[in-house]
């Protein structure tokens, strides 16, 4: 009986007389249907229309903020040194000379591309979950900061927060059944880490590690920057203007407290400022002060402060 069955097997797996090679495979084959399952992830799919709806959501908020950033508007709700105008006009605010909300518009454009073009369901899965755990993370430490270092919050800001992990929460609920060679350990290990690093940056960054400038303000000079534009000082300068960037590197991130002029809107090239023509300025940088006209290079802070009568060493924190 055993001879038999082990006759009847050998049969099986050689087919059928006549049978080709190709044939023995497809009923084999069909007879595992399971083995097909682990390409399902890569199928091509529709849209993402929930996460390119919150996405679109996201770049309306961030280019409103952006909008008015680059043009000096004053938002909605947010008046005049209220929590909200605090943490827009915090040194937070900004990130290589563009404001944070750029940076976020930016992220959800790139949800927005991963939810609408990419068409592969693992790719992107992969692609969405990255960025949305980076984003909430990156998210997450600004909030921490507004909370704890500029003790005030912004609605703004919390309704992005509030997008971001809806988008990670969706994203996360999406993912395929089935996904080849992924491991959970492996994959929060790599995001996780990608995410600390650019936290890591970040805080580098606002501690003025790379760029005092990007750093917290001197008491010391804060104080001159502000007496200077309370006693309608003016800084003269161009953007091309090397020693121009000098001056303002002396006061660090106060610079942006000073009375400055751009003598020189549209470059090099272009026409002066009418202001700047009016006072007849040729030379960069130029200082007004007490209605005394300085044409010497930078200016060091201490005699800056001793021309317009600032109290220099009283000021020393």
Not at 94 to 115: E, I, K, Q, R
Not at 259 to 274: I, M
Request: aromatic share 12%.
């Amino acid at each position: 009986m055993s001879q038999k069955k082990d006759l009847e097997a050998t049969i099986q797996s050689a087919g059928t007389p006549g049978e080709t090679r190709t044939e023995r495979k497809r009923k084999r084959h069909e007879k595992q249907p399971h083995e097909g399952l682990h390409t399902a992830p890569d199928a091509t799919v529709s849209p993402n229309w929930p996460l390119l709806i919150l996405a679109t959501a996201g770049m309306l908020l961030t280019a409103y903020l952006t909008y008015n950033a680059w043009n000096r508007g004053e938002l909605m709700f947010c008046t005049e040194g209220s929590s909200c105008d605090l943490v827009q006009n915090s040194r937070w605010s900004t990130l290589f000379a563009l404001p944070l909300a750029a940076w976020g518009f930016l992220t959800y454009c790139a949800l927005a591309f991963c939810a609408a073009a990419v068409r592969k369901k693992s790719r992107q899965w992969k692609l969405s979950w990255t960025i949305s755990f980076i984003a909430v993370a990156i998210s997450t430490y600004l909030t921490a900061i507004s909370i704890f270092v500029i003790e005030a919050m912004c609605g703004y800001c919390l309704a992005s927060y509030a997008l971001l992990i809806l988008i990670f929460v969706l994203v996360f609920r999406q993912k395929p059944q089935h996904l080849n060679n992924f491991s959970w350990d492996g994959w929060l290990l790599k995001s996780g880490a990608a995410a600390v690093l650019i936290v890591t940056f970040l805080q580098l960054h606002y501690s003025g590690v790379f760029n005092p400038m990007s750093g917290p303000e001197d008491s010391r000079l804060q104080a001159l920057a502000v007496h200077l534009s309370d006693t309608d000082a003016k800084f003269y300068g161009a953007s091309w203007c090397p020693h121009c960037q000098d001056q303002k590197r002396v006061f660090t991130a106060s610079a942006k407290r000073l009375p400055y002029v751009e003598c020189s809107p549209t470059g090099r090239q272009g026409a002066r400022s009418t202001e700047c023509v009016m006072e007849k300025i040729m030379n960069y940088p130029t200082w007004i002060i007490s209605g005394r006209r300085y044409e010497r290079g930078v200016v060091e802070p201490e005699v800056l402060a001793r021309l317009s009568k600032f109290d220099w060493e009283a000021a020393a924190p």
